[in-house]
């Protein structure tokens, strides 16, 4: 149970580590900085220096490298040693999209942003091998263990897809969902493995309430990844610079965006003093409080400040975690509740 419970725990880092990988990717537009899947314009490591992509006489290439050329991406079809001049029949336009740009750090942001995509299905595929142990006695454990791992390659091909898309903004938002949906798959195990639960007290609103405001905050996330779309388009319009123009006039996304962090600060402070108030434990609401207030904060700062340094991606990245809290206090309530209903059996 402790190695499992350790294992998935790992795990849940370093899913966590590719959200905040994933929002830096974002944050500094580097979505694109690996313009194939899952090599790197056709490298395991990719390039440092913008002549690597360049075609030159006498040089080795390996099939599936890619070099750039007249705006162009161009695959090599075989290995092969370039001859003095440029031959067509070597190479093949790649299909996928026709975005051929090379920046070197948003390269190697997005190839740092696969890496720990890597580790952490490594992670995840490790916890599954292990949970086989369980397969005689909870066979929903070992399920739900390879569930997550197949969830890891869903997410790993939804990333494919968004880069073949070159950013498609639904796409990024089911890839955010994704990740929330693995985040939950993986708690559900790290709560079930935990041999010393403690029993909180059952109080009936308390569950549904839990429930809604776990909708809520999934809600806010879908509608913060649309107002970050609008940014980028913005950003695309007026520049980088123009920071105080970026929300001269949000969509309507915004403005709901904002109401529902109003509805998430009330009904998350009545959870708060309906816990406190009957003594029911779940200790984890002041974690949930305490990220919303950071939450807020972080919102207030980038309106009214013009999106100061990092300020984006720590929205997104306290949002994420403040799902898995509220999660597993779900949990921790449909345990209380389902020992309320057999104790009075």
Known sequence: MKTFRKLAKISIVLVYLVIIAGAIVRMTGSGMGCPDWPKCFGYYIPPTDVETLEWKPERTFKKGQVIILNETLQVAKTDFVTASLFNPNNWEVYKKHNYSTFNVWHTWIEYVNRLFGALAGLATFILAIYSLKFWNKKKRITLISWLVVFGMGFQAWLGATVVYSVLEPVKITIHMIMALVIVALILYLIFEVH????????????????????????????????????VDEQIDIVGENAKELWLIKPTIQFYIHRSFSVLVVVLNGYLFYIIRRSSLGFEKINWVIGLILIEVLTGIIMYYLDFPFGSQPLHLVLASILFGVQFYLVLEALKASKSHKTLYL
């Open 195 to 230: 041999e010393s639960n403690k029993l909180h007290k059952h109080q009936k609103p308390i569950t549904t309430i839990l429930i809604s405001s776990l909708i809520l905050t999934l809600i806010q996330i879908v509608l913060g990844t649309q107002v970050r779309q609008f």
